[in-house]
C-alpha cells in the first residue's frame, strides 16, 4: 500500500485559487491511479478527478471541468489538483486515494471510492461567497 498526505486546503473566498498537494511514500506510484474525491457535510463521497500515472490518462467530474487541473510530479511522488475560480458549492473535505492501476476506465471515470486501497486523512476547502 503507497500512504498518503493531503495539504493546501483553506479558506477562500469565491473566484479565488488553492492548490492541494497529495504526497504519495511507500511505494513508487508510477502504476498507479490516483484520484481526488470530495465530501460535503450530508452528501456522499464524489470523485472530482483522477489522473493514471503509467499513461498520463486524466478525468474531470462536470461540476469542475475548465476549473480544476490535475498534475504530477513524479521525482517528488506528487500529485497535484490546481483549483480555480472556486465556487461556494466546491466547499468539502478533499480526500486523495490511490491503488494499482488495473482498469482505467473503473477507476479513472467511475472513481467509486471502494475500489481505491489508500487514502489520505483529507484536507478541508472551505469556499465563502
Known amino acids: 500500500q503507497v500512504q498518503l498526505v493531503e495539504s493546501g486546503g483553506g479558506l477562500v473566498q469565491a473566484g479565488g485559487s488553492l492548490r492541494l498537494s497529495c504526497a504519495a511514500s511507500?511505494?513508487?506510484?508510477?502504476?498507479?491511479?490516483i484520484g481526488w474525491f470530495r465530501q460535503a457535510p450530508g452528501k456522499e463521497r464524489e470523485g472530482v478527478s483522477c489522473?493514471?500515472?503509467?499513461?498520463?490518462?486524466?478525468y474531470y467530474a462536470d461540476s469542475v471541468k475548465g476549473r480544476f487541473t490535475i498534475s504530477r510530479d513524479n521525482a517528488k511522488n506528487t500529485v497535484y489538483l490546481q483549483m480555480n475560480n472556486l465556487k461556494p458549492e466546491d466547499t468539502a473535505v478533499y480526500y486523495c486515494?490511490?491503488?494499482?492501476?488495473?482498469?482505467?476506465?473503473?477507476?479513472?471515470?467511475?472513481?467509486?471510492?471502494?475500489?481505491?486501497?489508500?487514502w489520505g486523512q483529507g484536507t478541508q476547502v472551505t469556499v465563502s461567497s
Open positions: 489522473l493514471s500515472i503509467r499513461d498520463g490518462f486524466t
Open positions: 486515494a490511490a491503488h494499482r492501476w488495473w482498469d482505467m476506465y473503473r477507476q479513472c471515470v467511475y472513481m467509486v471510492p471502494s475500489d481505491f486501497g489508500s
Open positions: 511507500g511505494r513508487t506510484f508510477s502504476s498507479y491511479v
